[in-house]
T-cell receptor, first 113, second 114 residues
């Protein structure tokens, strides 16, 4: 069965600095999708960025980018120029062939002004 | 279309009572998912529909849980004989099969069983 592990329960970063959130996963599938979602306090889950496993190029969305290492089964999220609005729980998720999402436990990101 | 809507936002119920939640997905999305999230954890998959067909149910979904999606539009999740362990956030998400951009989530229904 697939599993997703986020080893950092909490991370903090100074406003305008860069932070990297870690995610590893385990799967025997060769074709899959990986996602980072953001969940602000008491607000809905928002898609930050996605990565198709068959693409070697790392996905980028404005200040958000990923470092996808397929062989190492690693999928980290880099947030550049951190802003106060980036404060949230960040979840790494794996989409299996059966379309359900398998989630990590989350990393709480704190932005220090 | 303003996104995925869930109703109610909050529900407090006494143990043993039945509760029903509703999810209205994005209208052109044919897939609908239910997840459960407890405090400090990532969501856990419960079940999903493609159109009106329920294609998969998690082992987490006991016999007290039932979900429907009549006519492939909105969906309901019913919990019978609620237990304190059912207290959680129930999230609904929708997507369009074939579009792998991700899932759009609703704001969730927070259930508290007292």
């Amino acid at each position: 069965a697939q599993t997703v592990t986020q080893s950092q329960p909490e991370m903090s970063v100074q406003e305008a600095e860069t932070v990297t959130l870690s995610c590893t996963y385990d799967t025997s599938e060769s074709d899959y999708y990986l996602f980072w979602y953001k969940q602000p306090p008491s607000r809905q889950m928002i898609l930050v960025i996605r990565q198709e496993a068959y693409k070697q190029q790392n996905a980028t969305e404005n200040r958000f980018s990923v470092n996808f290492q397929k062989a190492a089964k690693s999928f980290s999220l880099k947030i550049s120029d951190s802003q106060l609005g980036d404060a949230a729980m960040y979840f790494c998720a794996y989409r299996s062939a059966y379309y359900q999402l398998i989630w990590g436990a989350g990393t709480k990101l704190i932005i220090k002004p | 279309d303003t996104g995925v809507s869930q109703d109610p936002r909050h529900k407090i119920t006494k143990r043993g009572q039945n509760v029903t939640f509703r999810c209205d997905p994005i209208s052109e999305h044919n897939r609908l998912y239910w997840y459960r999230q407890t405090l400090g954890q990532g969501p856990e998959f419960l079940t999903y529909f493609q159109n009106e067909a329920q294609l998969e149910k998690s082992r987490l979904l006991s016999d007290r849980f039932s979900a429907e999606r009549p006519k492939g539009s909105f969906s309901t999740l019913e919990i019978q004989r609620t237990e304190q362990g059912d207290s959680a956030m129930y999230l609904c998400a929708s997507s369009f099969w074939g579009n792998y951009r991700g899932y759009t989530f609703g704001s969730g229904t927070r259930l508290t069983v007292v």
